[in-house]
């Protein structure tokens, strides 16, 4: 199969795939391909935010160790391979045309069509680690835990970062409700680790699911994390009256490591492995800064936006916002958080067929007395933000539309 090939093939399945009441259908996949991830030693990690940074750390901690780790993580930002990687390098192109060629096989032997592109990278995921040998892979959800195809494995750890609102039409309107499909994750006798500043009912659903499986479940003090700094050059912070620091910006970005902490030394890293993790570790598109003052950053849900919000507060320099969201998500609460810290908006829609359009996105910003123009083209939006000569130039918004800038900007 040629890597042209093998994106056809992916593409001849929606992204969701047929709606699922248990893991069957991707049992029964992984089952024709000799079910790859029981040779894998996975840390597994569910969550509405945070996922990504942590997944990042973990990984990157067990690297320093000497480990060899596969990293499995959505969506990606400028191409596919991103979401399949081994010692955080993407599959090459070779390769995943291949492991995808294997899994149509296994794939056609059960006779079934409703897959989702999830499903067929995750097989081919599992395949890949198991073939390269990996001693560790660090396996995040796609959405929700308890019925997502992930949930197959029975890892060595289960994370669970910041659950919110977020996907409320498939997992619930309320945090509690959505904490049940994340705790999905936890396994019987095997440790689990939850980040800090959980939602109360968050904790006691995570509690009970610990206690029923009877799996030791670590949840940080929040009083026992205190920020130091938060800007953009990175955050401090002291846990337990040890200082870290993280190279990611954000006072998020401490709850995130704390989760990462308490997952490291469950598998024995070193504390020095630990802080390399946390003062190296970056995920493109998360306050990911670049030239002539630009930073990029995925803030797609509202709770994303608040923790920009929090970065930016404290920033005495002109900004304007460069944002495109999708109808899918709580947009307008989103902007609503963002919007007042600004001084004037470009609005994009180029960027997915289910983008707000920017005529939406441009009477909000007015309703808050912010200056809005639109941009028909990334090119467009990067003159139209550098024309005005703020000092801070910011991305914000879709994962899709910050790919589609970050390629332009880097």
Not at 41 to 58: D, L, P, R
Not at 246 to 252: A, D, I, L
Not at 395 to 401: D, E, I, K, P, T
């Amino acid at each position: 199969m040629t890597h042209a090939e093998a994106m056809e093939y992916l593409g001849s399945f929606t992204k969701a795939g047929a709606p699922v009441a248990d893991l069957s259908r991707f049992k029964g996949l992984t089952a024709a391909l000799d079910e790859p991830y029981k040779k894998l030693k996975c840390i597994h990690v569910a969550g509405t935010n945070g996922k990504g940074s942590v997944c990042e750390y973990v990984c990157l901690g067990l690297m320093k160790s000497g480990f060899h780790t596969g990293k499995f993580t959505s969506p990606y930002i400028n191409f596919v391979e991103e979401r399949i990687q081994l010692d955080n390098v993407p599959i090459s192109r070779e390769d995943f045309a291949h492991y995808i060629g294997l899994v149509k096989i296994a794939a056609e032997k059960t006779g079934c069509k409703d897959y989702s592109q999830f499903e067929i990278l995750c097989a081919a995921a599992f395949l890949y680690y198991a073939d390269k040998n990996c001693d560790y892979a660090v396996i995040e959800v796609g959405i929700g835990g308890s019925l997502d195809c992930t949930n197959v494995i029975y890892p060595e750890i289960s994370v669970i970062t910041t659950v919110d609102l977020d996907h409320c039409a498939i997992l619930g309107n309320t945090p509690a409700e959505i904490a049940v499909h994340k705790a999905g994750i936890i396994k019987e006798n095997r440790p689990a680790v939850s980040s800090p500043f959980q939602h109360p009912e968050v904790i006691s659903v995570l509690k009970n699911r610990a206690k029923e499986m009877n799996a030791p479940l670590t949840v940080p003090e929040n009083e026992d994390i205190k920020i130091l700094y938060s800007t953009l050059e990175g955050t401090g912070f002291t846990y337990k009256n040890e200082k870290f620091r993280t190279k990611m910006c954000g006072k998020h970005q401490a709850v995130n490591a704390v989760a990462a902490i308490e997952t490291l030394r469950l598998l024995n890293v070193s504390e020095e492995c630990i802080r390399f993790a946390l003062e190296n570790a970056a995920v493109p598109a998360r306050t990911e800064r670049f030239k002539n003052g630009w930073l990029i950053d995925g803030a797609h849900n509202v709770s994303g936006a608040a923790a920009v919000s929090a970065l930016l507060k404290g920033n005495a320099d002109s900004k304007i916002l460069v944002t495109g969201m999708l109808r899918t998500k709580d947009w307008e609460g989103a902007l609503k958080l963002l919007l007042p810290l600004f001084d004037s908006v470009v609005a994009a829609d180029f960027f997915s067929p289910d983008s707000v359009p920017t005529e939406k996105i441009a009477r909000l910003a007015q309703q808050a007395g912010k200056p809005c123009v639109k941009a028909e083209t990334p090119a467009e939006a990067v003159r139209l933000a550098e024309e005005t000569k703020n000092q801070l130039k910011v991305v914000c918004g879709s994962l899709y539309l910050c790919g589609v800038m970050r390629q332009l900007l880097d």
